[in-house]
T-cell receptor, first 109, second 112 residues
Framework: GQNIDQPTEMTATEGAIVQINCTYQTSGFNGLFWYQQHAGEAPTFLSYNVLDGLEEKGRFSSFLSRSKGYSYLLLKELQMKDSASYLCAVRDSNYQLIWGAGTKLIIKP | SQTIHQWPATLVQPVGSPLSLECTVEGTSNPNLYWYRQAAGRGLQLLFYSVGIGQISSEVPQNLSASRPQDRQFILSSKKLLLSDSGFYLC???????????FGEGSRLTVL
């Protein structure tokens, strides 16, 4: 079966750095997405990786290793507004998106 | 720019009552459209997707149905709601090869 694993919850301190990991087992691979979802709101697109390596976008970076079935989202200079759930999703060989359950990130002052 | 709207934002319905959630997209043509459901602590579950008018693919057998009467309109319906239909429903659209999803505001359904 297809599976996306990410930690359920993480806690970090304002101003610090946090890394949210995502491992996947899917039938084929056609890209990995990270979304941010604030409580009670819809997810918003953060990043897309299809080749191995690091994609940087401001305070957020996303890394992919296809051989290891692994990605991480790195958030720097954490702000209180970064408190949200972060969803990892992989597009499989049929171009269907497989979603993880999300990681709830709690930022403390 | 492209926008997506869905409504209503919240609704409380009794078991056995009908349901209609509507979603419209503006600023793009021939988008792929999706209905997802999100239960607490679980990943997004794809319910339906559509690549064009009148073309609906169902991913999960259930008492829900979807229709696409116009290019940029997507409707989720039920004739008789079940308790298990409670959840957060999300409409989304995508275009292009990369295919990232853009979501509507969401509709929170509580079935009592």
């Amino acid at each position: 079966g297809q599976n996306i694993d990410q930690p359920t919850e993480m806690t970090a301190t304002e101003g610090a750095i946090v890394q949210i990991n995502c491992t996947y087992q899917t039938s084929g691979f056609n890209g990995l997405f990270w979304y941010q979802q604030h409580a009670g709101e819809a997810p918003t697109f953060l990043s897309y990786n299809v080749l191995d390596g690091l994609e940087e976008k401001g305070r957020f970076s996303s890394f992919l290793s296809r051989s290891k079935g692994y990605s991480y989202l790195l958030l720097k200079e954490l702000q209180m507004k970064d408190s949200a759930s972060y969803l990892c999703a992989v597009r499989d060989s049929n171009y269907q998106l497989i979603w993880g359950a999300g990681t709830k990130l709690i930022i403390k002052p | 720019s492209q926008t997506i709207h869905q409504w209503p934002a919240t609704l409380v319905q009794p078991v056995g009552s009908p349901l209609s959630l509507e979603c419209t997209v503006e600023g793009t043509s021939n988008p792929n459209l999706y209905w997802y459901r999100q239960a607490a602590g679980r990943g997004l579950q794809l319910l339906f997707y559509s690549v064009g008018i009148g073309q609906i693919s169902s991913e999960v057998p259930q008492n829900l149905s979807a229709s696409r009467p116009q290019d940029r309109q997507f409707i989720l319906s039920s004739k008789k709601l079940l308790l298990s239909d409670s959840g957060f429903y999300l409409c989304a659209w995508s275009v292009g090869d990369r295919g990232e999803l853009f979501f509507g505001e969401g509709s929170r359904l509580t079935v009592l």
